[in-house]
């Protein structure tokens, strides 16, 4: 297959929700059509004592939560689709945004009882910045939940985006009996089962008396009047599957569809769609295989194959013929048994290949991969090739850094893959004496994944532990102890902010002397970060601001990214 159709049939997006909006359910069913697993075990099933594919940390099963980024890739029918399952927990929000870098869609999953929560909100800021298209999965039907039509209302106006639902549900909770599929002009009866994929009975004409037996009169003239209204407030996005008067393929954004010119509204709400503006919404049941199959289908026709990437140099395009790619994600310890570390690469452009040399720009060194991977969770399975759009699991000896770049040869700066200013700070102590060197391990391999930093602090040479909330506390300890073997304690520290600090490149003179000059005053306030550079920890808002307005010569940044 030509590179440029290896490139089309790529689908790689994230799917991000608040905790316990179902999306690792949501995850799993997907893969379960893919044919990837063939029985899925319920999350928090205390029956089976199974738990989700994608959450394969040990921590993960005893909370049910995702505390780290799960990779996934399967083919459906002619695509092959690549998952990143996100944590939803606010603490892991670093994590979560980087991965987004690393996508070219999102499927957001919204509790049908709860609504827009406010992880939700974030993660959608992060998606309307980058204009990141977006498919909503309203989840949990089975229950009691929210009415449709003011769920559209909450998603339009707390998430900022427009929306047409492509799906509809006929009640819900104990009344729920299934949703008429708007994309595809079907019915589906609800079958619920949770652990395999279940047919579901369809009916193509919504005027059908059959419907009225099925779901009764009351809800079948309820659908007829919703259906009714959804035509007339909501934007048109039916695809449809015959060719056009030319007998012609069209090509809109990056998918080809084959839409009859007359079909202008559909048109559009495709392009809006591809443009970040307008959010496609179907309803269904996650844990009971529902709902699942209709999003699938719909997304593997609308959604965007692998994008352009902005560097600092060019834009980078996935059908050129030359390899580049960045690493988006570092995870420590992914085989106990070998201590081992994996950097995922996102490939942006061309075809990477097993036992070829690429050029490691930060480093400036040739590399060649004997064992590439790609990844169902936890399993890896080595690759010979991969292409734009794919995830590739590389192994780690220390050589990358989250941001790294790799390409045949050019000199690219892949951007947006920042660190943030932690909000939580903790001193980290050994706490077995005979464990140094085990802690040691531990802390540098999980610092390196960057969803927590380290600080050294410059005067008294203690360790500082840098999060974004307390949980990740609780994470990095629990590995510690399970994954390296080793104990720490954990000692407050009182500080309000991280920023790190550099000269004025205008001033540079009057710079250098002000830097040495806030050194002297504020040593016992600077610290190193695992790159060596400065770090100025301010213990409250007002010492921050008096230091910003006393040295203007010197630049405090809130990010690593400078």
Not at 69 to 97: C, R, W
Not at 162 to 179: C, D
Not at 385 to 400: K, M, Q, S
Request: glycine residues 6%; proline residues 4%.
């Amino acid at each position: 297959m030509a590179l440029q159709d290896e490139i089309s049939h790529r689908r790689t997006f994230a799917i991000i929700s608040h905790p316990d909006a179902g999306k690792t359910t949501l995850t799993e069913k997907l893969l379960l059509y893919g044919g990837a697993i063939h029985v899925a075990g319920a999350v928090k099933s205390n029956k089976i004592r199974k738990t989700a594919t994608s959450d394969w940390m040990e921590i993960e099963k005893q909370r049910g939560i995702s505390v780290a980024t799960s990779v996934m890739g399967f083919d459906y029918k002619d695509y092959k689709i690549n998952i990143l399952d996100t944590p939803g927990h606010q603490d892991f929000a670093e994590d979560t945004f980087r991965t987004l870098t690393a996508v070219d869609s999102v499927i957001i999953v919204i509790d049908a009882a709860k609504g827009v929560e406010t992880q939700t909100r974030r993660l959608m800021q992060v998606c309307r910045m980058r204009k990141t298209p977006v498919m909503v999965f309203i989840n949990k039907m089975d229950r009691e939940g929210k009415d449709p039509f003011d769920l559209l209302d909450e998603i339009e106006s707390e998430l900022k985006i427009n929306v047409t639902p492509l799906s509809w549900p006929i009640n819900s909770g104990q009344r729920f009996k299934g949703v008429y599929n708007i994309f595809q002009h079907t019915l589906d009866l609800y079958t619920p089962d949770k652990t395999h994929i279940t047919e579901s009975v369809r009916y193509d004409d919504i005027s059908s008396t059959e419907i009225d037996e099925l779901v009764g009169n009351a809800d079948a003239d309820k659908l007829r009047s919703d259906l009714e209204l959804i035509t007339e407030v909501y934007p048109n996005f039916s695809i449809s599957s015959g060719k056009n008067e030319g007998g012609k393929e069209e090509t809109k954004g990056n998918v080809v569809t084959d839409i009859p010119p007359e079909v202008h509204d559909s048109e559009e709400g495709l392009q809006r769609y591809l443009a970040g503006d307008l959010a496609p919404v179907f309803f269904g049941s996650a844990l009971n295989t529902f709902g699942v199959k209709e999003l699938l289908e719909c997304f593997v026709q609308i959604a965007p194959s692998p994008r352009p990437v902005q560097t600092d140099e060019r834009i980078v395009r996935p059908e050129e013929n030359a390899f580049s790619g960045f690493v988006f994600k570092i995870h420590a310890n992914m085989d106990p048994n070998h201590r081992s570390c994996i950097a995922f690469v996102k490939i942006c452009s061309g075809k990477f290949e097993r036992n070829v040399y690429y050029r490691h720009i930060r480093l400036d060194q040739k590399m060649r991969f004997s064992a590439p991977t790609a990844f169902m969770a936890q399993r890896k399975e080595t690759v010979d090739e991969a292409y734009a759009g794919d995830i590739v699991g590389l192994p780690d000896t220390g050589n990358f850094k989250i941001g790294d770049t790799l390409t045949s040869g050019e000199t690219l700066h892949f951007k947006g893959l920042p660190s943030f200013s932690p909000e939580m700070f903790k001193y980290i102590e050994n706490a077995d004496p005979l464990r140094q060197k085990q802690i040691d391990k531990g802390i540098n391999q999980l610092m390196d994944e960057g969803v927590a930093q380290l600080f050294v602090n410059q005067a008294t040479g203690r360790k500082i532990i840098g999060t974004v909330g307390q949980l990740q506390f609780e994470v990095i300890q629990y590995r510690l102890e399970h994954e390296y073997q080793a104990k720490c304690r954990w000692e407050p520290i009182s500080l309000y902010k991280a920023c790190w600090i550099e000269c004025d490149k205008e001033n540079l003179s009057e710079a250098e002397k002000e830097l040495d000059l806030f050194k002297k005053r504020k040593a016992q306030y600077l610290a190193f970060d695992k790159e060596g550079r400065d770090v100025f920890l301010a213990d409250s808002a007002y010492l921050l601001q008096m230091a910003q307005q006393d040295y203007k010569n010197i630049r405090f940044h809130f990010t690593s990214e400078f």
